[in-house]
């Protein structure tokens, strides 16, 4: 059974850091890009960050450059994204997707797999 699920999410105060957590299982995870989407209320979903399956290349929004750092372990089967300075704007549920392509997946957010979500709320 293919999961993916995402941990670490919480309410935190604004300038303050999170580290989120994405388990994969029951594929081939060195071979697929792994994403981080979200979705605030009353909002489309949108791309926060991405990270090949091959050379680690990197995508992020543009909107947590700097603040955001996404990396993968492996050996773990999991991707971690590392949330500092965070703003209330940050506030949504965040999700991870998997897909053998990191251009089709942060272009598309069409990923062949997705998590259940975490909530973060970042209070001001």
């Known amino acids: 059974e293919v999961q993916l699920v995402e941990s670490g999410g919480g309410l935190v105060q604004a300038g303050g850091s999170l580290r989120l957590s994405c388990a994969a299982s029951g594929f081939t995870f060195d071979d697929y890009a792994i994403g981080w989407f979200r979705q605030a209320p009353g909002k489309e979903r949108e791309g926060v960050s991405c990270?090949?399956?091959?050379?680690?290349?990197?995508y992020y929004a543009d909107s947590v450059k700097g603040r955001f750092t996404i990396s993968r372990d492996n050996a773990k089967n999991t991707v971690y994204l590392q949330m500092n300075s965070l703003k209330p704007e940050d506030t949504a549920v965040y999700y991870c997707a998997g897909d053998p392509s990191v251009r089709f997946l942060w272009a598309t957010m069409g990923g062949d797999y997705w998590g259940q979500g975490t909530q973060v709320t970042v209070s001001s």
């Open positions: 990270i090949s399956s091959s050379d680690g290349s990197t």
